[in-house]
C-alpha cells in the first residue's frame, strides 16, 4: 500500500510526506527519510547535507546567540574536531574564545 516507514518516535503508522521530509501527525516529529543509513546508525548531516564524521571542521552558517550570555557566536566561525553526539545538539566541540558548546548540524556546513 504505502511505503512510508512509521514514525520513529511514536511508532505511529499515519506518517505523510511533506516535501522532501515525512511528518508524523501524532507526536509532530518530523525527519527526512535519509536520515538513517541502511544499518540504523543515524547520519549526520550539514545544512546542505553533506555527512559529517568525528574530527571534521565545519563552519557555522548563522549568528548563535549563547544562552545566558550576551555572547554571540559569528558567521563564518570556523569549528575544528567535531565530536558527534546523540541528541537534540548533535555536535560537541570547542570554540576558540566561547569554550565547549553543543551545536545543531543544521547551523553548520561542512568545510
Known amino acids: ?27 509532530g516529529h518530523e525527519w527526512s527519510p535519509s536520515a538513517e543509513e541502511a544499518g540504523g546508525v543515524k547520519a549526520f548531516r550539514d545544512a546542505n547535507g553533506a555527512v559529517l564524521s568525528d574530527g571534521d571542521t565545519v563552519t557555522v552558517i548563522k549568528d548563535l546567540k549563547i544562552k545566558g550570555t550576551s555572547q554571540v557566536v559569528k558567521v563564518g566561525t570556523k569549528v575544528k574536531n567535531i565530536r558527534l553526539v546523540e541528541g537534540d545538539h548533535d555536535i560537541d566541540c570547542k570554540i576558540d574564545g566561547v569554550g565547549a558548546m553543543k551545536l545543531k548540524s543544521e547551523f553548520v556546513r561542512k568545510s
Do not use: N, R, T
Open 1 to 27: 500500500m504505502s511505503d512510508i516507514p512509521s514514525c520513529p518516535q511514536c511508532q505511529s503508522p499515519h506518517a505523510y510526506a511533506d516535501g522532501a521530509l515525512l511528518i508524523c501527525p501524532e507526536c
